[in-house]
């Protein structure tokens, strides 16, 4: 009787095979999970670097706001005199428009235009003008109270809203600011550099609105000066118009 031929052993090879790479990846999968569980955050430590990132955010918030702030206000701001320009003026005017039209109280505005300073310019160049607009803002600023307010609006034009002031004082304070315009001599080089002013008043009413009110106290200006122009004029009292 023949023998029947033993069974390739290949064959249980082939079937333990793919067992044993079983059983491998097992145990490299169960090696590598404290590593994997070290590389994890701790949920403490993700929480206080999530409130640091907040916190940072909330600060560079912050200072963007500032800064934005910063810049809203300069907009306003006359960068030669750091007094207010026509824009940042016209906004106060109308909010003491409000004021006045609140409370009844008085208000008076004066308008400054500058005598003699276009030679000033095309003589000694606009460097020196600047000096002397410079000059002469912190003179008018030295000349009025804390709670007046100067602003440059124009090249050579300035003009200050006065506060709780009668009729005579709102003109001799003009005539004042003329007489301060003209004693602010301005030393450039060898050369004393003076320009003089005319000023115009206008009361300010509740009806008002600024635009209305700085035409008002422009033209008050404009014939002041005419006035100083004619032969023989020893008039120094500004102009006064009303509402």
Partial sequence: MKQK????????IALTQPVRLRAEAARHASADEPKAAERRP???AAAARLAAEVERLAAELEASRARISELEARIDIDPLTETLNRRGFERELKRSLAYVKRY???AALIYLDLDDFKPVNDRHGHAAGDAVLKAITAALVHHV?????VARIGGDEFVVLLWNVSEAEAAAKAAALEAAVYATPVRWGASTLVVGASAGVTFIGPLDTPAAALARAD???YAHKMERRQPHSANRTAAVRYP
Avoid: N
């Avoid at 031929?5 to 249980?12: C, D, G, L, T, V």
């Fill in 5 to 12: 031929p033993a069974k390739p052993q290949r064959q249980s």
């Fill in 42 to 44: 701790h949920p403490r």
């Fill in 104 to 106: 009844g109280v008085s």
């Fill in 145 to 149: 109270r804390a709670s007046d307010v």
């Fill in 219 to 221: 033209a008050a200006m």
